[in-house]
């Protein structure tokens, strides 16, 4: 088994300055808001009962629990929940999928398991995780460690930033001395950003409403 754990790429000050629009000023909300994203440590979002399967397994049968608990993936743990590895849905899909042209294929989960893996640990930085999951730092920020530009093109940073999206997997194990002790998936990320961000929206939506009614 080789898993390491979710370091995001640095960017020093002067390549994100350099980089990146003016911003006008914050408010008094929005740096209470911020402030409170970088506090956040994975333990306080993850799922500390997920779906998890045994090695042996059956695939059918991994395919069914997957499907019944709404989950697109799941870790793989011995019965002391150690962490052994890692299975999406694409895996148990492309499995099923070869059927027709082999009848040698493999039947339990530890046959398919993805045994390199990227883990978090429960007191790490949500925002951090949140960073390495939705941008390419390196696309955003195309430059060398003394800021030279490395790009064949200009592009602005907003059009750096729709082409910056991460190619990275949408859930890790959180774990603790080998020992899984949670998930962390990209919903609970948004759920977190949808309650954080609710309260300015509605009342945005009550002010427009006033108005509209004076």
Known sequence: MNHSTVVPPSVNKYQAEQYRPNQPPSSQEDLAMHNKIQKLIISELMDTQPTSLLADTSIYQAVI???KNNVRSAPVVDTDKQLLGFISEQDLMRSLWSEEFSSQL??????IMQTKMLTVAPTEKVVQLLEFMVVDKKKL???????MYISGNYQSYEARLRDAAAVVPSAYPVVENGRLCGIIRREALMQMLANLYRPK??????????QSVA
């Open 106 to 111: 493999p039947t339990t989960v530890k046959d």
């Open 65 to 67: 629990l997957l499907a």
């Open 141 to 147: 920020f195309p430059v060398t460690d003394s800021g």
């Open 201 to 210: 929206h509605q009342e945005t939506s009550r002010t427009a409403e006033q």
